[in-house]
């Protein structure tokens, strides 16, 4: 039992360890958890559990319980691409338009519970049109890659940056104290985004129009 323990994914030990004792004290009639266990490789891979108690002692205490590990690693790999796929823009790996919706909706309700203050800033690439027709999308697809990545340097670690669609980027500001803190960081990327762009040897040039908007004010 110990040894089992031990492989379990730190991570998924509580919730593994609550559904047995649950099953161990008759709350529930049959055990069953998902979590991921350690292999000799260094790896993990998911296992979906499920188990009976099959004999107690004269005073109902769980005795043993038999049951059946399945890997499951295959189906829990397919869910997460199609996790990603749906919520992350593959071009620039930020999340895309439905991600930042559930983002900021959820920042919203954790800004009023908390009567605390958000800001979303609303980006957009001038020129970029320029850049796309006159250079090819290869280049304009590079220059949206190395953009995503300049506005992620800008900001906290923690704060969403999405890619909504084109050339429109968004960014969604927590904990937010002054609003002139906000302006400073729009300048920043401003100033981050003027800078020169080098694809294939090539220099290109955009600037970037932001607009901020800020919860609940």
């Given at each position: 039992?110990?040894?089992?323990?031990?492989?379990?994914?730190?991570?998924d030990k509580s919730l593994l360890l609550n559904e047995m004792q649950?099953?161990?004290?008759?709350?529930?009639?049959?055990?069953?958890?998902?979590?991921?266990?350690?292999?000799?490789?260094?790896?993990?891979?998911?296992?979906?559990?499920?188990?009976?108690?099959?004999?107690?002692?004269?005073?109902?205490?769980?005795?043993?319980?038999?049951?059946?590990?399945?890997?499951?690693?295959?189906?829990?790999?397919?869910?997460?691409?199609?996790?990603?796929?749906?919520?992350?823009?593959?071009?620039?790996?930020?999340?895309?338009?439905?991600?930042?919706?559930?983002?900021?909706?959820?920042?919203?309700?954790?800004?009023?519970?908390?009567?605390?203050?958000?800001?979303?800033?609303?980006?957009?690439?001038?020129?970029?049109?320029?850049?796309?027709?006159?250079?090819?999308?290869?280049?304009?697809?590079?220059?949206?890659?190395?953009?995503?990545?300049?506005?992620?340097?800008?900001?906290?670690?923690?704060?969403t940056v999405a890619r909504l669609g084109g050339d429109e980027f968004?960014?969604?500001?927590?904990?937010?104290?002054?609003?002139?803190?906000?302006?400073?960081?729009?300048?920043?990327?401003?100033?981050?985004?003027?800078?020169?762009?080098?694809?294939?040897?090539?220099?290109?040039?955009?600037?970037?129009?932001?607009?901020?908007?800020?919860?609940?004010?």
């Open positions: 039992y110990r040894e089992l323990l031990n492989l379990i994914h730190p991570e649950k099953h161990l004290s008759h709350q529930s009639r049959q055990f069953s958890a998902e979590y991921r266990m350690l292999c000799s490789d260094g790896s993990y891979k998911w296992i979906y559990g499920r188990g009976m108690v099959v004999s107690t002692d004269e005073f109902g205490k769980s005795l043993r319980m038999v049951g059946t590990h399945t890997d499951i690693s295959a189906m829990k790999n397919a869910e997460e691409k199609i996790w990603i796929e749906a919520n992350y823009d593959a071009l620039t790996k930020l999340p895309n338009r439905r991600l930042f919706y559930d983002r900021i909706e959820e920042n919203m309700k954790k800004a009023k519970r908390g009567k605390e203050s958000i800001a979303l800033l609303f980006i957009d690439l001038d020129r970029f049109k320029e850049v796309n027709d006159t250079l090819g999308h290869d280049v304009g697809d590079q220059l949206l890659i190395q953009a995503a990545t300049r506005i992620k340097a800008s900001v906290r670690v923690y704060d968004t960014v969604v500001l927590t904990d937010i104290h002054d609003s002139a803190d906000v302006a400073h960081l729009a300048e920043k990327i401003i100033q981050y985004l003027s800078q020169p762009f080098v694809i294939h040897g090539v220099e290109s040039y955009v600037s970037a129009s932001i607009g901020i908007a800020l919860y609940p004010d």
